[in-house]
T-cell receptor, first 115, second 117 residues
Framework: AQKVTQAQTEISVVEKEDVTLDCVYETRDTTYYLFWYKQPPSGELVFLIRRNSFDEQNEISGRYSWNFQKSTSSFNFTITASQVVDSAVYFCALITKTSGSRLTFGEGTQLTVNP | DARVTQTPRHKVTEMGQEVTMRCQPILGHNTVFWYRQTMMQGLELLAYFRNRAPLDDSGMPKDRFSAEMPDATLATLKIQPSEPRDSAVYFC???????????????FGNGTRLTVT
C-alpha cells in the first residue's frame, strides 16, 4: 500500500520569507513517481512537478525548488521569497507501477502568505 | 489551453434527490478519474476509466453512486439518492496513460461543489 504524509497542516509566513513544505511517502515499489499539486482559493488543482524514483536531482523552477531524498523517503518543496499569490493548499502525491494510474494524495498543507 | 470542464460548478440539493455531475475530459486523454474532496478525508479516488471502460470503482459507495462514460467526451457521476454526507467537492481529472507509462500528470477540472441539505 502507498501512503503520503504531509505533517504540516497549516503554515503562515510573511511575504518574502522562504518556506518549505514537507512530504514523506511510503511505498514498497522501487519504481514510482512523486507529484506536487497546488490548489489556490479558486479550487482547481494545478500540476506543479513530477519526479521519478530514479532521479534524485533537485529541481528548481523560478522561485520553486524541490528536494527529493530517497534515503528519507521525502520530497520537500521550497518556495523562495514567497508572495501573497502563493497562498494555496499544496498537495504531494504518489503513483507507483503497481498502483496503476491511481494517485495517492497527502492531506495537503495550507500555506498562507501575509503581506 | 486544453482544460477539463466540469458542470455544474455548484449544486445544492435536498436529501433524497438525484444528482448528476458531468465532466468533459481533455480531447485525446484516455483515462478519466473521479475524486472527492472533503475536510475529513482529503482527496479520495472514487472511480476511473480507461478508454471509456471502468477500471476501478472500489472507492464509490455502490448502492447510491454510479459512474459512466457514455462517450469519449463525457463522463458522469450520479448519486441517487443523495445524502448530507455526500456534501463535498467532486473533481474530475483526465490524463493520457499508456500501459508502459502510468505517470502522466493528471489535469483536474474546477470541481463541482455539492451541498446536500
Amino acid at each position: 500500500a502507498q501512503k503520503v504524509t504531509q505533517a504540516q497542516t497549516e503554515i503562515s509566513v510573511v511575504e518574502k520569507e522562504d518556506v518549505t513544505l514537507d512530504c514523506v511517502y511510503e511505498t514498497r515499489d522501487t519504481t514510482y513517481y512523486l507529484f506536487w499539486y497546488k490548489q489556490p482559493p479558486s479550487g482547481e488543482l494545478v500540476f506543479l512537478i513530477r519526479r521519478n524514483s530514479f532521479d534524485e536531482q533537485n529541481e528548481i523552477s523560478g522561485r520553486y525548488s524541490w528536494n527529493f531524498q530517497k534515503s528519507t523517503s521525502s520530497f520537500n518543496f521550497t518556495i523562495t521569497a514567497s508572495q501573497v499569490v502563493d497562498s494555496a493548499v499544496y498537495f504531494c502525491a504518489l503513483i507507483t507501477k503497481t498502483s496503476g494510474s491511481r494517485l495517492t494524495f497527502g492531506e495537503g498543507t495550507q500555506l498562507t502568505v501575509n503581506p | 489551453d486544453a482544460r477539463v470542464t466540469q458542470t455544474p460548478r455548484h449544486k445544492v440539493t435536498e436529501m433524497g434527490q438525484e444528482v448528476t455531475m458531468r465532466c468533459q475530459p481533455i480531447l485525446g486523454h484516455n483515462t478519466v478519474f473521479w475524486y472527492r474532496q472533503t475536510m475529513m478525508q482529503g482527496l479520495e479516488l472514487l472511480a476511473y476509466f480507461r478508454n471509456r471502460a471502468p477500471l476501478d470503482d472500489s472507492g464509490m459507495p455502490k448502492d447510491r453512486f454510479s459512474a459512466e462514460m457514455p462517450d469519449a467526451t463525457l463522463a458522469t457521476l450520479k448519486i441517487q439518492p443523495s445524502e448530507p454526507r455526500d456534501s463535498a467537492v467532486y473533481f474530475c481529472a483526465s490524463g493520457l496513460v499508456a500501459s508502459t507509462s502510468y505517470n502522466s500528470p493528471l489535469h483536474f477540472g474546477n470541481g463541482t461543489r455539492l451541498t446536500v441539505t
